[in-house]
């Protein structure tokens, strides 16, 4: 079920756009072949570039947040969505325990969980919130700011020999993070008893790498483009791996350097093959530094960025601080985004609950000079939904419903990556491989 996206821009189909609509067939077929074989994390928010000359992911976040900024019109979907993943993993579930990021929530994060409340909940579960924060010693209530409030109760270890995990009179079938656990996981999240904890651990940032992530999308994406007839760098951003950072360690400027400018040629290439003008950038992503998202044009201008970091820390002038841990350092194909809303760029992001896409919305972004700040626009439905149709039959432009049909697929692409690369971290899949 597609919907008619109210803030899409209209405009013809573009080739790739084109091949997607012809391929419809083979490429629901070919999605529902990977989803025998493999299980998709419990839910995922993808955030997506559209360049105009290629649609490409550029995030896959298995912790997402912003739930609240989905149109009210996809809660049938998402629903739906939760009852279906829900009924794969624990038929029988009653009580599902969400575990909330560590520290004082704002209300941006509040709003989020309560619309995560709302979605199982209508699905047929008691839903509480259990915090691993060990500054929690006690219940904890906000309030939201549209009424009615949340609480946070601290986790504990239940049942005879306390190898589960739930709340005081409150034992959960299945746990559902909401945590990155971007400092690792704590003794509590470990060898629970007949509990299923979503997403697996390995799915938090102390395993999680993007690179092992953006590996699986790549061959992904070749095994795809082989089935539309089309080139996979239309769908998959190039990138190039440098390595970790350990905390408070110096970065490897030469490897960095030596990375970005192999990237740009492998980018220069393709632009030159299918005639781009615009002048190609990278971003590097390295979580807990200085250069995370700092977008470069050219190896001058990372020279410039490196020459303005902190010298001899973790690139943020500071000691490193206590729990952290190493850091990966991503150099990814930048993808500059074509679509706006009111002359401001609007990145569409696509959520999904198991195998589903159920919604999405885009991300305003501001305008600093006007000191603006970042909106959430929703995909929303208007009127009735729209399955997508060819261009033929879709003539005067009105290509919202095919575009949403569009980042739907890359989205999907992007959450096959991800249960590949939750696979191939499995510690039981790993043991497996050693016994064998």
């Known amino acids: 079920m597609v919907p008619h996206l109210i803030t899409a821009l209209a405009g013809p189909l573009n080739e790739l756009e084109q091949r997607v609509l012809d391929a419809t067939p083979a490429i629901e077929r070919w999605f529902r072949l990977e989803w025998m074989e493999h299980t998709p994390p419990i839910y995922a928010a993808i955030d997506i570039r559209n360049a105009g000359f290629k649609v490409a992911p550029t995030d896959a976040n298995l912790y997402p947040t912003g739930w609240h900024n989905l149109a009210g019109d996809v809660m049938p979907l998402a629903v739906q969505a939760a009852q279906a993943a829900i009924e794969k993993i624990c038929p029988e579930a009653r009580n599902l325990l969400i575990v909330p990021e560590n520290g004082a929530p704002g209300s941006f994060y509040l709003e989020n969980l309560a619309r995560l409340r709302e979605i199982f909940g209508m699905a047929g579960l008691n839903v509480r919130f259990g915090s691993i924060d060990p500054a929690l010693r006690k219940n904890q209530t ?55 904890l979503l997403p697996p651990l390995q799915a938090g940032w102390t395993v999680r790498r993007m690179s092992r992530h953006y590996q699986c ?47 740009f040629s492998k980018i220069r290439r393709k632009y030159k093959e299918y005639g781009i003008r615009d002048k190609p950038f990278a971003v590097i992503k390295a979580r807990g530094h200085l250069l995370h998202l700092a977008a470069v044009r050219d190896v001058k201008e990372l020279d410039a960025l490196l020459a303005h970091l902190p010298k001899g820390k973790n690139g943020n002038g500071k ?35 198991d195998r589903h896409v159920i919604g999405g919305y885009y991300r305003v972004c501001a305008k600093q000079d006007a000191g603006e700040r970042t909106r959430y626009v929703p995909l929303a439905f208007a009127g009735h939904a729209q399955l997508p149709r060819p261009a033929p039959e879709n003539k005067d432009g009105a290509a919202a419903p095919n575009r949403f049909y569009l980042y739907g697929v890359v989205g999907r692409l992007a959450l096959v990556a991800a249960s590949y690369e939750l696979e191939a971290t499995d510690p039981q899949m790993l043991t497996l491989d050693d016994a064998v």
């Open 142 to 196: 906000y309030p939201l700011s549209g009424g009615g409030s949340i609480a946070f109760e601290p986790a504990l270890r239940i049942g005879p020999a306390a190898l589960r995990m739930g709340l005081k009179h409150f034992d959960p079938c299945t746990i559902l993070l909401n945590n990155a656990l971007a400092a690792g996981a704590p003794g509590i999240l470990e060898d629970l008893y007949e509990q299923y």
């Open 217 to 263: 999308h790549e061959e992904i994406c070749k095994r795809f483009g082989k089935l539309l007839g089309i080139d996979p760098w239309l769908i998959h951003p190039l990138f190039a791996a440098c390595g970790e950072i350990a905390p408070g360690a110096p970065l490897n400027a030469e490897a960095l350097r030596e990375q970005v400018n192999g990237l």
């Open 319 to 353: 000691a490193a601080r206590p729990g952290a841990v190493s850091s990966e350092i991503l150099v990814q194909e930048g993808v500059p985004e074509a679509e706006r809303i009111n002359d401001a760029q609007a990145e569409p992001v696509v959520y999904t609950i």
